[in-house]
């Protein structure tokens, strides 16, 4: 504080710079700054507002607002308005940065209507926009600044509307489902999707029908964000209603709805939409078709997959969502298209590969499977690993050689894989592995069944054998009856 005093504009400056984050107590000497009407050194004015802004529960807050009038001018009332995102609880900085919004709004509702009137044009800049960006981050800085946000949606410039649909997304308020499909609606369609998926968790059943109604009769970016949503969201697409407004969406005139239609009824996996997907797989938009064909993958009709591998022969590129459905098509000539993509010096058409690989029932798909998660220098063995749970019955057969490995690493490793693996056979393996010689493999057991089961026996790997034999029969009575082995 008593650096203030000193001659050297430096040091005056240094010394409001250690009074950023003070106790609210201290803010007298950064106001007195401020209060002078006759101030020299504009770098001590400038942080003596950002000063008074980091004070401690937001006291100089009020300082800020009652010195933003007497402003020199508009560089430094930008400057005060940015201080006042580090008042954060100060209430007479937050109905100044509310007021302004307000006027920021007033102003460009009049510039939007002249320009709807063919009157004179409106200035680059209204004065009461002037401050709006500001505004802006500081209500995005602060906790309290979320219903100004909220009323920011009403923007209509796209820039800055978006700026706050971001900047809400970081809090998702409760209630904010409707005012945020507003804003969504008013924006770019290409926007939509990207700025749609940060708000997937703000919907809730109860938004069902809002979400219905805006597919059905929204306008294009409005469409698009129901569908974008609902895509994300597939339990919100459960009701008869919604399901059927999607199908409705597949022969949507934008392309984007198409597109997120169909993704959304595959993550629904609605067999009835079969027909309309099946249709989508010759849609001019590639993005549609592979959505499709990823749908049909995820609804598991092996006729449907079929017209799938024939239609992608029209794809100028063939991704990832292609080839499930060539795996489930599970054809010689598909099979192996799956096992030389695996070879391929391209890792997404690898990545592809191991993805088809894993829906298809072929025996040479899955001897491809086990032969890259053996080879410990496979790039591709986690993938393999992912993979195979998919496989079923068959990769607990296949697996069944690595149980007997004498190498305790092989038997967990294996035993990691059957506990991703919900059937019968898996969960009798791993209750045989309880009693492994080995603490470690005993442990990999244990939490295979606690992983298939989401319950715990507490069975000790390190116990004693009676102690490990009487858990283990709990184990036995806590399996669902779905997975005891026979």
């Given at each position: 504080?008593r650096?203030?005093?000193?001659?050297?504009?430096?040091?005056?400056?240094?010394?409001?710079?250690?009074?950023?984050?003070?106790?609210?107590?201290?803010g007298?000497?950064?106001?007195?700054?401020?209060?002078?009407?006759q101030?020299?050194?504009?770098?001590v004015?400038?942080?003596?507002?950002?000063?008074?802004?980091?004070?401690n529960?937001?006291?100089?807050?009020?300082?800020?607002?009652a010195?933003?009038?007497?402003?020199?001018?508009?560089?430094?009332?930008?400057?005060?308005?940015?201080?006042?995102?580090?008042?954060?609880?100060?209430?007479?900085?937050?109905?100044?940065?509310?007021?302004?919004?307000?006027k920021?709004l007033?102003?460009?509702?009049?510039?939007?209507?002249?320009?709807?009137?063919?009157?004179?044009?409106?200035?680059?800049?209204?004065?009461?926009?002037?401050l709006?960006?500001p505004?802006?981050?500081?209500?995005?800085?602060?906790?309290?600044?979320?219903p100004?946000?909220?009323?920011?949606?009403?923007?209509?410039?796209?820039?800055?509307?978006?700026?706050?649909?971001?900047?809400?997304?970081?809090?998702?308020?409760?209630?904010?489902?409707?005012?945020?499909?507003?804003?969504l609606s008013?924006?770019?369609?290409?926007?939509?999707?990207?700025?749609?998926?940060?708000?997937?968790?703000?919907?809730?059943?109860?938004?069902?029908p809002?979400?219905?109604?805006?597919?059905?009769k929204?306008?294009?970016?409005?469409?698009?964000?129901?569908?974008?949503?609902?895509?994300?969201?597939?339990?919100?697409?459960?009701?008869?209603?919604t399901?059927?407004?999607?199908?409705?969406?597949?022969?949507?005139?934008?392309?984007?709805?198409r597109?997120?239609?169909?993704?959304?009824?595959?993550?629904?996996?609605?067999?009835?939409?079969?027909?309309?997907?099946?249709?989508?797989?010759?849609?001019?938009?590639?993005?549609?078709c592979?959505?499709?064909?990823?749908?049909?993958?995820?609804?598991?009709?092996?006729?449907?997959?079929a017209?799938?591998?024939?239609a992608?022969?029209?794809?100028?590129?063939?991704?990832i969502r292609?080839?499930?459905?060539?795996g489930?098509?599970?054809g010689?000539?598909?099979?192996e298209?799956?096992?030389?993509?695996?070879?391929?010096?391209?890792?997404?058409?690898?990545?592809a590969?191991?993805?088809?690989?894993?829906?298809?029932a072929?025996?040479?798909?899955?001897?491809?499977?086990?032969?890259?998660?053996?080879?410990?220098d496979?790039?591709?063995?986690?993938?393999?690993?992912?993979?195979l749970?998919?496989?079923?019955?068959?990769?607990?057969?296949?697996?069944?050689?690595?149980?007997?490995?004498?190498?305790?690493a092989?038997?967990?490793?294996?035993?990691?894989?059957?506990?991703?693996?919900?059937?019968p056979?898996?969960?009798?393996?791993?209750l045989q592995?309880?009693?492994?010689?080995?603490?470690g493999?005993?442990?990999?057991?244990?939490?295979?069944?606690?992983s298939?089961?989401?319950?715990?026996?507490?069975?000790?790997?390190?116990?004693?054998?009676?102690?490990?034999?009487?858990?283990?029969?709990?184990?036995?009575?806590?399996?669902?009856?779905?997975?005891?082995?026979?």
């Amino acid at each position: 504080t008593r650096l203030l005093a000193a001659v050297r504009r430096p040091l005056r400056a240094s010394a409001l710079l250690g009074l950023h984050g003070a106790p609210g107590e201290t803010g007298a000497e950064p106001a007195k700054r401020l209060a002078a009407e006759q101030e020299p050194e504009a770098l001590v004015r400038a942080h003596a507002l950002v000063a008074l802004g980091s004070l401690n529960g937001g006291k100089g807050g009020a300082a800020l607002a009652a010195w933003f009038d007497a402003a020199p001018g508009l560089a430094w009332r930008r400057l005060a308005v940015l201080s006042m995102a580090q008042a954060d609880g100060d209430p007479a900085s937050l109905a100044l940065l509310k007021d302004l919004l307000e006027k920021a709004l007033a102003a460009e509702s009049a510039a939007w209507s002249m320009k709807a009137e063919d009157e004179a044009p409106a200035p680059a800049m209204p004065a009461g926009l002037q401050l709006l960006r500001p505004v802006l981050y500081a209500l995005a800085a602060r906790d309290d600044g979320t219903p100004g946000l909220l009323r920011a949606l009403e923007l209509k410039n796209l820039e800055l509307r978006e700026f706050a649909l971001r900047a809400v997304a970081q809090r998702r308020p409760p209630q904010c489902a409707a005012a945020v499909l507003t804003a969504l609606s008013g924006l770019e369609r290409i926007d939509v999707p990207d700025l749609a998926r940060l708000f997937e968790a703000v919907f809730g059943p109860e938004h069902a029908p809002m979400l219905r109604e805006l597919l059905a009769k929204g306008n294009d970016a409005g469409r698009v964000a129901a569908a974008s949503i609902l895509a994300q969201r597939p339990d919100l697409a459960g009701d008869p209603a919604t399901l059927q407004a999607l199908v409705s969406a597949c022969s949507d005139l934008s392309s984007l709805v198409r597109a997120r239609a169909a993704k959304a009824l595959g993550r629904a996996r609605h067999a009835e939409a079969l027909p309309d997907l099946t249709a989508l797989l010759l849609d001019t938009d590639p993005e549609t078709c592979a959505n499709a064909a990823e749908a049909v993958a995820r609804i598991g009709d092996r006729e449907a997959c079929a017209r799938a591998v024939v239609a992608s022969t029209r794809a100028f590129r063939r991704d990832i969502r292609w080839y499930r459905a060539f795996g489930i098509a599970a054809g010689e000539t598909e099979a192996e298209s799956l096992i030389k993509l695996t070879a391929s010096d391209v890792w997404t058409d690898r990545y592809a590969g191991i993805a088809g690989l894993a829906a298809c029932a072929r025996p040479e798909a899955l001897a491809r499977l086990l032969e890259i998660y053996h080879d410990p220098d496979s790039p591709l063995r986690t993938l393999a690993f992912r993979a195979l749970p998919e496989q079923g019955e068959a990769a607990v057969a296949g697996l069944a050689p690595d149980l007997q490995d004498p190498k305790p690493a092989v038997r967990a490793q294996a035993l990691h894989v059957l506990g991703r693996l919900p059937s019968p056979a898996s969960a009798k393996r791993l209750l045989q592995a309880l009693d492994d010689e080995d603490p470690g493999v005993r442990a990999m057991a244990d939490w295979g069944l606690r992983s298939l089961t989401g319950k715990d026996a507490g069975y000790d790997p390190a116990g004693e054998p009676a102690a490990r034999a009487e858990a283990s029969n709990r184990w036995r009575g806590l399996l669902p009856a779905a997975l005891r082995a026979p």
